[in-house]
């Protein structure tokens, strides 16, 4: 999105452009994920038909969609205005947010697996450290 970047989809050795994403994962369905919407700022999920979602986390400014698994699972990060936390968005777009205990930040900028096994980062005291989110 913005700068006059342009995003396509192969299929079968067919072209067909990805309006306003800038794609982070793709999973075995053919579900994309990434940042874009008219704003430029959404998280979006383009389905394998082409349809596309545009979704934000209430009170974000920013919203990256970073990954999909096989059952439609979707994590990522968002900004508040304030600071950035990690969330997990359900099938039925139910988004649930994600922080580390004492992290200034948290950001799912890893991969969902199809056992719900979440990898991200976080901040504490000026430093990053990866996570395993293993709970699910």
């Given at each position: 999105p913005g700068g006059g970047s342009e995003y396509f989809k192969y299929v079968n050795?067919?072209?067909?452009?990805?309006?306003d994403i800038a794609p982070s994962d793709i999973n075995n369905m053919r579900r994309i994920v990434g940042v874009g919407g008219a704003s430029g700022f959404s998280g979006v999920l383009v389905d394998e038909n082409g349809g596309q979602t545009v979704f934000d986390p209430s009170g974000s400014t920013w919203t990256l969609a970073s990954?999909?698994?096989?059952g439609g699972y979707i994590v990522g990060c968002y900004y508040d205005g304030n600071s950035w936390h990690g969330f997990l968005r359900d099938p039925s777009g139910t988004l649930t947010q994600i922080d580390v205990p004492?992290?200034?930040r948290t950001c799912v900028s890893g991969m969902i697996n199809d056992s719900m096994q979440i990898v991200g980062y976080y901040v504490a005291q000026g430093s990053y450290h990866a996570f395993v989110d293993l709970s699910r």
């Open positions: 050795g067919i072209a067909t452009q990805l309006p990954s999909i698994n096989e004492g992290a200034s």
